[in-house]
């Protein structure tokens, strides 16, 4: 289930907010400029769906956000606990970094977690089946899909080239837990 932990930005030990609250989440994350909502599927997934036709189920969700966001492309991402790079795949997000544009995800199946760096905080959200997150551009942030990776996530964007981490050189992520859910 969907849960936010907020962290002192010096403390990766003492929680200041722990909620699995939708509402809750979604307010909290807004007073960083982060968006949080929840998309249902009109007709439920087959197990075997291909990127086609989860890009078509969410579509109506997805031309709307695009409207509205200026966003031009979008595809759909898949990680499995048996691809042989998920250990360099899992460590190209694990430090802080920002992008030129916004990152937009909707997580179709399966789980990750984001850490948001901001206003003196670190704000860790476990994003699951349903939860879209759009993280500003140039928030600090890093992605965790952990060592079983299990997820599908749409992503939308404004070009390629804005999407491309820059890292701030911080080390602060090696403060705070890692997301250690094992694949289902």
């Not at 722990?18 to 982060?34: C, F, M, N, P, Y």
């Not at 997000?93 to 977690?113: A, K, P, Q």
């Not at 990776?149 to 890292?167: D, H, M, N, Q, S």
Request: net charge negative.
């Amino acid at each position: 289930m969907t849960r936010l932990t907020v962290y002192g930005e010096g403390n990766g030990a003492a929680i200041q907010l722990d909620t699995r609250d939708g509402a809750k989440i979604a307010e909290t994350l807004q007073s960083i400029d982060v968006a949080f909502t929840r998309w249902t599927p009109k007709a439920p997934l087959a197990m075997d769906a291909s990127d086609a036709d989860v890009l078509a189920a969410y579509g109506d969700e997805i031309k709307a956000l695009a409207e509205s966001g200026g966003y031009r492309s979008w595809d759909l991402i898949r990680m499995f606990p048996d691809n042989p790079k998920k250990e360099e795949l899992r460590a190209r997000f694990l430090d802080e970094h920002v992008h030129m544009e916004d990152e937009v995800r909707f997580f179709v199946e399966g789980s990750g977690m984001f850490y948001l760096h901001a206003n003196g905080k670190v704000h860790m959200l476990l994003c699951e089946a349903g939860d879209m997150i759009s993280v500003p551009a140039g928030l600090k942030h890093w992605f965790d899909m952990g060592p079983q990776p299990r997820f599908a996530a749409i992503r939308l964007f404004t070009t390629p080239e804005g999407w491309v981490a820059k890292f701030t050189g911080d080390a602060i992520a090696q403060s705070f837990p890692r997301y250690e859910a094992k694949a289902a």
